[in-house]
C-alpha cells in the first residue's frame, strides 16, 4: 500500500505546482492536513481563494466518513496519548482498509501506528518530489486528479475478496449511493453514508448479515 502511495503522491505534488502553488505546499498539506481526498478538493479552493466558512464546510462533509470508521479501528490497541492522538489523526481510507481485514486483527497497537507513520512517510515524500518535479515540467498533464478515485476502486475491489461471499454489502452501498444522488446531491457524500450505515443496522437486526465459517 506504501508503494501504491508513492505514484499518488507524485499526482498529488505535480498538481499542486501544475495549479500555481509553489512546491512547499504539497509538503504542507500532506503533513499537516494529510485527509487524502479533501487535499485534492483544497488544492482548487486555495486557487480560488475560497472563504475559510466554505473550506471547512467541505473539510466536514468530505471528512465525516472518519466518524464511521472510527466505530471499528483498533485504536483499543495503540498504548500512549501521544500515539493515540497521532493514530487518529492518521486514519486515511488506506490505514482503515487494511486494519479491517480479517488478518490484522491479531496486529498489535506497534504495527497499526508504524503501518500509519510510514503510509504518511510515503505520501508526503513521494508529493514533495511531485511537486518538485512538475516545477520544471512545461504544460499541465491531463488525468491527476482521476488518481485517487482510481486507488479507491483498488481498495473496494480487495475488499470484496477479502469478504467473499458479502456481495449485499456492496450493493448496499451502490443503492446508497444512487438514492443520495437523486434524494440529496447537494450532500451526497454525507447522505450515502448515513443511508449505508441505516441500511447495514437494519441487515445486522434482522439477522440477514453475512455468515463467516
Known sequence: MGLGLVPLGLAFGLL??????????????????YA???????????????????????????????????????????????????????????????????????????RVLWLQLFMQLYWAGAATVGALLGSFLPGTVKG?????????????????????????????ALLAALAARVLFPGQMLLASFVLFTAGLLARHLTGRGPRRA
Open 144 to 172: 491527476l486528479d482521476f488518481a485517487l478515485t482510481a486507488l479507491f476502486a483498488v481498495l473496494a475491489l480487495d475488499a470484496l475478496r477479502d469478504r467473499r461471499g458479502d456481495l449485499p454489502t456492496p450493493l448496499l
Open 36 to 110: 487524502g481526498s479533501f487535499e485534492f478538493l483544497l488544492i482548487g479552493l486555495v486557487v480560488a481563494v475560497a472563504p475559510l466558512a466554505t473550506v471547512a464546510l467541505t473539510a466536514f462533509l468530505v471528512n465525516i466518513r472518519h466518524v464511521f470508521y472510527a466505530l471499528s479501528f483498533p485504536l483499543d490497541r495503540v498504548k500512549g496519548r501521544a500515539a493515540k492522538a497521532y493514530s487518529t489523526f492518521a486514519l486515511t481510507d488506506e490505514a482503515y482498509a487494511l486494519t479491517a481485514g480479517g488478518r490484522a486483527r491479531t496486529w498489535p497497537g506497534r
Open 16 to 33: 499542486v505546482t501544475q495549479s500555481g502553488l509553489d512546491w512547499w505546499w504539497a509538503t504542507a498539506f500532506t503533513t499537516v492536513i
